[in-house]
């Protein structure tokens, strides 16, 4: 028989092993969700009456994930519209010492999406991918050192804080089943920004050792033009288009951040 000191000491030792692979959320984790539109939940259709123009669902992935996790605080500050300036002086508050898990989306708004997009629903193949072509100069050349300032700021608020960045999707499948609408070059232009801000927003998330998730795959075979849309075209209000709907969040972004979270 083992002596009861050995049986103690092999105790402890099993529950510090469980403890290091425990998820932050079981641990009860203090959550902050910081980003964009595709962090909000705008598209989804329904939102916080308190959330005003930035357009909170509970529909959206940080809502969702809290709902079914029951965290020991969430505070839910992601904006539709929000750019990184808007991260450092509007959101970045909310993180505190005590942070222990942070998401966040952001990089496309700087990058000038909501204009591509118009810039390719009005003009023609030529300007639309003359104005991608413009966005990803941007991202490439200006918008890593926007992520690393954020990301720095994330760091020194929450400095133990486990940080989930997340990408964006391509938004058409090309060629696909519309008929109507965009011309497949201008589907594969605004395709290919998509691919430009992955590449530059998995390097400045990796250079701070923060874990990273690239939703192109969660939404491939679910894009506008696929037979099955997690992703509004064109809608009413306009805001609303080119996001994730409710199918989008609930099963493309949520499972992506809850398998790291």
Known sequence: MRPVKTLLSAAVAFAASLALVTPAHAA?????????????????????????????????????????????????????????????????????STTSLVSISIGGNDAGFSDVITSCTLGTDASCTNRVNQAKAYATGTLPGQLDNVYTQIRNRAPSAKVVVLGYPRLYKVPGTCSVGLSDTKRAAINSAADTLHQVISARAGARSFTYRDLRGAFTGHEICSSDWWLNSLSWPV????HPNRNGQRLGYLPQFAAVA
Do not use: H, M
């Open 239 to 242: 805001d609303e288009s080119y």
């Open 28 to 96: 009860g984790a203090n959550y902050v969700a910081l980003g964009d539109s595709y962090s909000s939940g705008t598209g989804t259709g329904s939102y916080y009456s308190d959330s005003g123009s930035c357009k909170r669902s509970q529909y959206a992935y940080p809502a969702l994930w809290a709902a079914a996790n029951a965290p020991a605080s969430f505070t839910f500050v992601a904006c539709s519209g929000a750019r990184t300036g808007d991260v450092l002086n509007n959101q970045i508050s909310a993180l505190a």
